[in-house]
């Protein structure tokens, strides 16, 4: 596996840090907490490309009866021909370990948590990275990052996401009846792929798409939650 960083500063960003001043044990566990995340963790990612073509209703994937419904996502894919759809996964062994420090240092797990989270973002942005580079190669261009529950994507087209890359047998990602994925610390996304793209740097910009974007807490405080 390879060692990602799990940046400190993110870590403390998904904790609520807002400039307090940090005593030098909660920052020896912070640290202690990134090398158990890292050591723990059984990270697993996928990534594959369909083509699609556009409908009224949204997005199609093109020989299959899968529809990404919603005005957003028809719009940040126009003028893309096909998506990359990626699957990450922190695994099920570090989500039973934070379950587990949960009844003896609920401190402990919640930094646990972030690192974990902070974890699985850094794996989305190197597989969109290679995504990016793959695509220049072919003198193309690439989005963001879009995931079911964003804009009006519904959060149900998780399940089409999962079936299409065959997430349960290649990675071990399972979704509940409430579009839940399990392990937990995992997450899908889209990308589109196509030429005289823009793409979204900007974090503001995928806030605006977010379902959670009236109630988001990382918002009202001038921040994001980096996905």
Known sequence: MLRYEIRKDEVLRYLGYKGQSIDASLDELIESCRNEVRNLSDTKYLYEYFNIEHINEGVKVDNSDIIFKGNDIKKHLENCRSIAIIAVTAGGNI???IKLTEKTNLTKALIM??????LVEEICDEIEEAIGIEAKSKELNITGRYSPGYGDLPLD????VINLVNCDKRIGVNLSAHNILFPRKSVTAL???GKGLVKETEKEEKCLKCNKYASCTFRREGNNCGY
């Open 191 to 193: 990308i589109g792929v």
């Open 95 to 97: 989500e039973k370990h």
């Open 113 to 118: 948590d972030a690192c974990t989270t902070t």
């Open 157 to 160: 087209a998780q399940r089409d």
